[in-house]
């Protein structure tokens, strides 16, 4: 089962750039609720309340039941969008999207990685090219992460989406077989590292 939590929420009329820098200053945050059925609500929310609700392992993907707004009092939520400043890295605002527990719906997973590599015992290094995975599932069923073992890669091994197994009832969304661990050589490493630091210095 995905972790849940309660969430306070205030209604708001008001919107705009003067409104959202009154209620920071306050130490509250604009919101929007949305959803299939739902004309978007315009909210008020704690966001040190948010933060220790999605503090947890399941993170975004924690089932929040609000409360005390009218209209939305005991509506099932999930995190979608959050905004930070750029400097201080706290939340200014946030989307937040309606699920029916009872239909299926998408959520971003992270990837844990079991095991060390038998290439990365040979000097190779383990590379994590995609550290969350799209699922489709009941809300309740959400996984807190897809763990992935490793111990049997060696140096030049990949593991693709393809091979990755989703707990029962979960199903991986994607097109593309693509790589989502790698082990590689230390020249390999060396490459791509050399590489990050040119389009760094490029740009």
């Known amino acids: 089962m995905a972790p849940e939590a309660e969430l306070n929420v205030e209604l708001r009329e008001k919107t705009g750039k003067g409104?959202?820098?009154?209620?920071?200053?306050?130490?509250?945050?604009?919101?929007?609720?949305?959803?299939?059925?739902?004309?978007?609500?315009?909210?008020?929310?704690?966001?040190r309340q948010l933060e220790d609700a999605i503090a947890g392992e399941a993170g975004w993907n924690t089932l929040l039941t609000l409360r005390g707004a009218n209209g939305l009092e005991g509506k099932v939520v999930v995190l979608k969008e959050a905004d930070l400043h750029p400097l201080r890295r706290e939340m200014i605002c946030a989307d937040f999207?309606?699920?029916?527990?009872?239909?299926?719906s998408t959520f971003m997973v992270p990837v844990h990685i079991v095991g060390t590599a038998a290439g990365q015992k040979m000097g190779g290094s383990l590379q994590?090219?995609?550290?969350?995975?799209?699922?489709?599932?009941?809300?309740?069923?959400?996984?807190?992460?897809?763990?992935?073992?490793?111990?049997?890669?060696?140096?030049?091994?990949?593991?693709?989406?393809?091979?990755?197994?989703?707990?029962?009832?979960?199903?991986?969304?994607?097109?593309?077989?693509?790589?989502?661990?790698?082990?590689?050589?230390?020249?390999?490493?060396?490459?791509?590292?050399?590489?990050?630091?040119?389009e760094g210095a490029a740009e």
Do not use: M, W
Not at 30 to 45: D, F, H, M, Q
Not at 97 to 104: A, G, M, P, R, Y
């Open 19 to 47: 409104v959202a820098r009154k209620l920071r200053a306050a130490g509250k945050i604009p919101a929007v609720v949305y959803g299939k059925g739902l004309e978007p609500k315009n909210i008020v929310v704690d966001p």
């Open 97 to 104: 999207h309606v699920i029916n527990l009872q239909e299926k």
């Open 128 to 198: 994590l090219i995609r550290h969350e995975l799209e699922v489709s599932c009941l809300p309740g069923d959400v996984p807190q992460a897809l763990e992935i073992n490793v111990s049997a890669l060696e140096i030049g091994d990949t593991i693709h989406i393809e091979e990755v197994k989703a707990p029962e009832n979960v199903e991986l969304v994607f097109d593309v077989n693509f790589t989502v661990v790698t082990v590689v050589g230390h020249k390999a490493a060396d490459d791509a590292d050399s590489s990050e630091e040119e």
